[in-house]
């Protein structure tokens, strides 16, 4: 199966940027799409971005377009999401998913993999 490992999360300030990294590995499909979900305490988990392996899309959240940046290296196998201009409310787990599908989409259920999730905590 393919295993998912984030990394790249910490504490930034309000207007601050980090870039988080996704390394997928194992049995790796090439219409492997890739997603970022986040959750904050007591909230539901909420679609970020996505992109496609192979047909080189993205969808991005209302909440985060024009800040963050979904973005790919195929020969590593891994993808990123930029953030920048962060905000307070952009705290939370930050996670990401793989689906076995060319095709971008913003629902959890279309994602067969998940890595363990890194925090991301953005002070005032």
């Known amino acids: 199966q393919v295993q998912l490992v984030e990394s790249g999360g910490g504490l930034v300030q309000a207007g601050g940027s980090l870039r988080l990294s996704c390394v997928a590995s194992g049995r790796i499909f090439s219409d492997l799409a890739m997603g970022w979900f986040r959750q904050a305490p007591g909230k539901a988990r909420e679609f970020v971005a996505a992109i496609s392996w192979n047909g080189a899309n993205a969808d991005y959240a209302d909440s985060i377009k024009g800040r963050f940046t979904i973005s790919r290296d195929n020969a590593k196998n891994t993808v990123y999401l930029q953030m920048n201009s962060l905000k307070t409310e952009d705290t939370a787990v930050y996670s990401c998913?793989?689906?076995?599908?060319?095709?971008?989409?913003?629902?959890?259920?279309?994602?067969?993999?998940w890595g363990q999730g890194t925090q991301v905590t953005v002070s005032s």
């Open positions: 998913a793989a689906a076995r599908s060319s095709l971008v989409s913003s629902r959890p259920s279309a994602y067969n993999y």
